[in-house]
């Protein structure tokens, strides 16, 4: 009966979207000031660092002279790796737009500028423009031999290997949000009109009773929306439908699987899926059809009441850089790609505006805060691709990637943010997120006339729940103040049971208008106040800061025996080198543990950090009893992790020793030099690291895979720092049948020695057993040596991997 009360709410309210726009617009973010201490110096990061270092990279990497060459103004190949490398010049100049928008800068807009030039002479004359394809076919003419990377995705004609990898629409989509964003900051129509032209190509070549492919990567359908809007032209409204309605004929990956509107459940590559619905939305908002209302809500539903991080993080698994299933979340190897936090986070605002429901938003802070933010470092120049809930000392921030999808997107994401903040609808002005900053509005009075209103927040959140809202309309004015009150303040983690905090121990929200208590009645979230507002007038509200337990629903196996830490927006984390004993992966905290919480503005920045007590697990005695280290530990925000090197890190953390890990001391193979065969990938160090595995298929432990090489003979070696008597071998073998990778166990296997410079097989008397989901043990003869080897042939196509090998 909730499900269906629930649903009845989201069509009702969702009726008052028009044909023409959301049911709440956004504030444009030029028209909103941050002066806060948090967002605005982050934005002004991006603006004076992000984006001149990835127009650098862009230079660096060639995806700039992928245009000269394709223009002719330079000889050569195709320069980079991916055919869909266009984009991420079309995403900086993007961010770039944003900055331009709010804040002048000749230098910046010259730059641009000389960069349409080249996108320009790039472009065919019959407005297509994809420079791999141009530069492979100009060089085809001239008969010289195809060079480049990944040349197989775009074989055939224009269009063949659309809705497969050749990323050409895909290009194109993030050219025309480039475009239109250029154009309302600048007024310029040289990039627009490059896009116009495209688009018309595109036109003239899919559509009813032309090429019906599906775009194999999302992402035109938003950018034709944007071209709708600031040309009015419903030609590219439809054309963005009609990719959307294309789909269902292909795979899962790409969510081509099924109609749109019959989806249900989250499956295949995340930020696909993220700019699917991104594009969905706008299109039933600006169409008004409602055919896609229960594939919205469910799949929405579906991941953030089952697949979703507590960090707001979304697609866990790497081997499809996407959705794994219902409540598989491990956290050592969440994927959680930065670019699908960004996809997450725009949908799940534009579910704010079709529906007008703060559940949308809360769930939008979560990961703007957490997932979304930890994505770039506080220096503005180094980044996350994936984004885990667990190190080991293996992962760290990069100024770049071959795959660079993320930065450039983290540029335009940011200097767009203040959008975020405000909402309008009617005479309904809505404050979605907190932060001390300011915008104006124009109401309508009694008497038809516009009245302008300006909205100022006084506030240090999001490290403070005190938060004034200065209310100063021109002349007095009657209209509604929606303030959301967001669902933690309320004793909720987020809206569905994935995770709930373990008893809630906050105050209640306090609200006062000029200083008094006034009665308040709460709609879909949001605090609502309707009055005839004047000059001066405030409201402030309170929201409780009290540090947090938050527990997983229990069928998350990989979070059972734990809890994290949360206050206000934020999720907590430990990382090693701000405790005692950096070795936090050998923590118990007991849920018994008392909190404080202090700020320190000496660092990363100035955070608010969380201070308690936990003990170092030494040694296990039986299940219920340890030998325990007491230690003082601090727990910083996730998203300021990483920011001094490589750590330690963990968010959940063990109450009991059920999960907590006791201290290994060291082996003959944590002692060795590890080395592999070509091509390995995963850290040598971990297959000796005393983190068992649960299963082959176990993603939490740690591994060393030789994917994608299939059917080959590879090995792994131990040498000893001195010469060692070894007479037993056992290793626990990788095998991801089970999530559909590409991973087996191997067909055979077997133990080596270097002996006077040569490698020998040991003698086993009962050969080699080879089993999956355990461990594959060997006796063999004893043999004094310097160096031993484990070898493996893989499976005809497929490959393998190993979780850990030890020797003794």
Not at 482 to 507: H, M, N, T
Not at 605 to 614: E, K, L, M, S
Not at 733 to 738: G, K, R
Request: with cysteine; proline share 5%; aromatic share 12%.
């Amino acid at each position: 009966m909730r499900t269906f009360i629930i649903f009845i709410a989201f069509l009702s309210i969702y009726q008052s979207a028009t044909a023409q726009q959301y049911a709440v617009e956004p504030v444009p973010f030029h028209q909103v000031k941050l002066t806060d201490q948090f967002w605005a110096p982050r934005i002004e990061t991006v603006r004076t660092s992000t984006i001149p270092a990835t127009f650098k990279k862009n230079v660096e990497t060639f995806r700039i002279k992928n245009f000269e060459v394709a223009a002719g103004t330079t000889e050569g190949h195709v320069c980079t790796v991916y055919p869909f490398d266009d984009s991420d010049v079309y995403k900086v100049i993007e961010g770039a737009a944003y900055a331009l928008h709010t804040r002048r800068d000749p230098k910046l807009e010259a730059e641009v500028d000389a960069l349409v030039e080249k996108i320009k002479a790039a472009q065919e004359p019959d407005g297509y423009l994809y420079t791999s394809r141009t530069i492979a076919e100009k060089n085809a003419k001239k008969a010289e031999p195809a060079k480049g990377n990944n040349l197989s995705w775009l074989e055939g004609p224009r269009w063949q290997n659309e809705d497969k990898l050749s990323h050409e629409l895909y290009n194109v989509g993030h050219l025309y949000e480039a475009a239109v964003a250029y154009f309302e900051a600048t007024g310029k129509r040289n990039l627009l009109d490059i896009a116009l032209k495209n688009a018309e190509l595109v036109a003239k070549d899919f559509g009813p009773g032309k090429l019906s492919k599906a775009p194999g990567h999302q992402e035109i359908e938003v950018g034709l929306v944007k071209l709708y809007k600031v040309t009015k032209d419903k030609k590219w409204l439809d054309l963005a439908k009609f990719f959307i309605d294309v789909r269902g004929y292909g795979e899962q990956y790409s969510q081509n699987h099924q109609k749109v509107k019959d989806q249900r459940v989250a499956v295949g590559h995340a930020v696909r899926l993220g700019y699917m619905f991104m594009a969905t939305a706008d299109i039933a908002a600006y169409t008004g059809t409602h055919e896609y209302d229960e594939a919205l809500k469910s799949v929405w539903d579906d991941i953030v009441g089952s697949q979703m991080y507590l960090t707001g993080g979304v697609g866990a698994t790497g081997s499809n850089e996407g959705f794994g299933g219902s409540y598989d979340l491990p956290n050592y190897s969440a994927y959680n790609e930065t670019c699908s936090s960004i996809s997450f986070a725009h949908w799940s605002k534009r579910m704010f505006q079709l529906t007008g429901d703060s559940k949308y938003l809360d769930v939008m802070e979560l990961t703007l805060y957490n997932a979304l933010n930890a994505g770039m470092s506080l220096s503005g120049d180094h980044y996350f691709y994936p984004n885990p809930l667990e190190s080991r000392k293996n992962v760290a921030r990069t100024p770049w990637f071959t795959c660079a999808c993320c930065p450039p997107n983290l540029a335009r994401f940011f200097t767009s943010l203040p959008e975020f903040f405000y909402g309008k609808s009617g005479n309904n002005v809505y404050i979605n997120l907190f932060g001390a900053s300011s915008t104006k509005v124009e109401n309508t009075n009694s008497k038809g006339q516009k009245v302008q209103v300006e909205i100022r927040q006084e506030t240090n959140y999001p490290w403070d729940g005190a938060v004034k809202v200065h209310v100063d309309p021109a002349i007095p004015n009657t209209f509604t103040l929606r303030i959301r009150i967001p669902g933690w303040a309320k004793g909720d983690v987020i809206p569905l049971d994935l995770y709930r905090f373990e008893s809630y121990s906050g105050q209640s929200v306090r609200i006062l208008i000029n200083g008094k208590y006034e009665p308040i009645t709460f709609e879909r979230g949001f605090a609502v106040i309707t009055r005839k507002w004047k000059k001066g007038d405030y409201v402030s509200l309170d929201l409780p800061m009290e540090v947090q337990r938050v527990k997983a629903n229990p069928k998350v196996e990989a979070d059972q025996n734990r809890y994290a830490l949360k206050r206000g927006p934020f999720v907590y984390c430990l990382e090693g080198r701000d405790q005692p004993d950096d070795r936090i992966l050998n923590m118990m905290v007991p849920d018994t543990a008392t909190f404080r919480s202090t700020f320190d503005k000496n660092l990363l920045g100035g955070v608010q950090t969380v201070q308690f007590n936990g003990f170092l697990v030494k040694k296990k005695i039986n299940p219920e009893e340890a030998e325990l280290e007491k230690m003082s530990l601090k727990a910083i925000p996730y998203y300021a992790w990483a920011n001094r090197g490589r750590d330690n890190m963990l968010v959940w953390l063990p109450y009991n020793l059920k999960s907590a890990y006791e201290i290994s001391g060291p082996t003959l193979a944590s002692r060795s030099q590890a080395t592999a065969s070509e091509g390995y990938k995963g850290d040598l160090a971990n297959i000796s690291d005393h983190y068992p595995a649960k299963n082959s298929a176990d993603e939490e432990s740690t591994m060393v895979h030789w994917w994608p090489n299939f059917g080959t003979s590879e090995w792994v070696q131990y040498t000893f720092p001195n010469a060692e008597q070894v007479g037993t071998a056992k290793v626990y073998f990788f095998d991801d049948e089970v999530r559909e990778g590409g991973c087996r166990v191997p067909a055979s296997w077997r133990i080596t020695y270097l002996e006077n410079g040569t490698w020998k097989p040991v003698y086993a008397p009962e050969g080699y057993k080879l089993v999956k989901d355990g461990w594959n043990e060997v006796q063999f003869e004893p043999v004094k040596t310097t160096a031993v080897r484990l070898e493996m042939t893989f499976k005809e196509g497929v490959s393998g991997g190993i979780h850990s090998f030890y020797m003794h």
